[in-house]
């Protein structure tokens, strides 16, 4: 048994709602609401995300096709399975299914560019740390000489 089709009417789906008499009709937020400002994230955080969202893309294909180009130099061609000449694509295939698979070597393929700035911004923030050399000495400053 069949269900009755939709009636087509011009009214928009909430359109209904405007006919209601005021004590009756629901607390719908409106559109243009700006009261509460919209969630955002901060300037820092946003592009934190962006950098660490382009070097995993890189991780994901660039580090892979690099590898491909070396191995494809110094080892010759990229052998997969029957054919002799695979192409860098057959790689990134080969490398996205050790991804899916679990695999920990293609893992740390993937996440070594972020992995390796996250370690040089904690080098900087050691050395930063670290007090100079001869630590009881206040810093040199210009010197005035006297009129």
Same mark, same amino acid.
């Given at each position: 048994?069949? $269900?009755?089709?939709?009636?087509?009417?011009?009214?928009?789906?909430? =359109?209904?709602?405007?006919?209601?008499?005021?004590?009756?009709?629901?607390?719908?937020?409106?559109?243009? *609401? *700006? *009261?509460?400002? $919209?969630?955002?994230?901060?300037?820092? %955080?946003?592009?934190? /995300? @962006?950098?660490?969202? %382009?070097?995993?893309?890189?991780?994901? @294909? =660039? &580090?892979?096709?690099? @590898?491909? &180009?070396?191995?494809?130099?110094?080892?010759?061609?990229? &052998? +997969?399975?029957?054919? /002799? +000449?695979? =192409?860098?694509? !057959?790689?990134?295939? *080969?490398?996205?299914?050790?991804?899916? +698979? =679990? $695999?920990?070597?293609?893992? #740390? %393929?993937?996440?070594?560019?972020? !992995?390796?700035?996250?370690? %040089?911004?904690?080098? @900087?923030?050691? #050395?930063?740390?670290?007090?100079? &050399?001869?630590?009881?000495?206040?810093?040199?400053?210009?010197?005035?000489?006297?009129?």
């Amino acid at each position: 048994m069949s $269900s009755t089709p939709p009636r087509h009417t011009s009214t928009p789906p909430l =359109g209904a709602l405007a006919n209601l008499p005021p004590e009756r009709r629901p607390n719908l937020p409106s559109v243009d *609401d *700006d *009261d509460e400002p $919209s969630p955002r994230l901060p300037p820092r %955080v946003r592009r934190e /995300l @962006i950098v660490f969202g %382009v070097l995993l893309l890189f991780g994901l @294909i =660039g &580090v892979p096709l690099l @590898i491909w &180009v070396g191995g494809n130099r110094v080892l010759g061609p990229y &052998v +997969h399975g029957q054919n /002799l +000449h695979a =192409g860098p694509l !057959a790689l990134l295939q *080969d490398f996205f299914l050790g991804l899916v +698979h =679990g $695999s920990a070597v293609f893992w #740390v %393929v993937a996440l070594g560019p972020a !992995a390796l700035l996250l370690l %040089v911004r904690l080098l @900087i923030v050691l #050395v930063r740390a670290v007090p100079p &050399v001869g630590g009881d000495e206040p810093p040199a400053g210009p010197t005035r000489r006297p009129r």
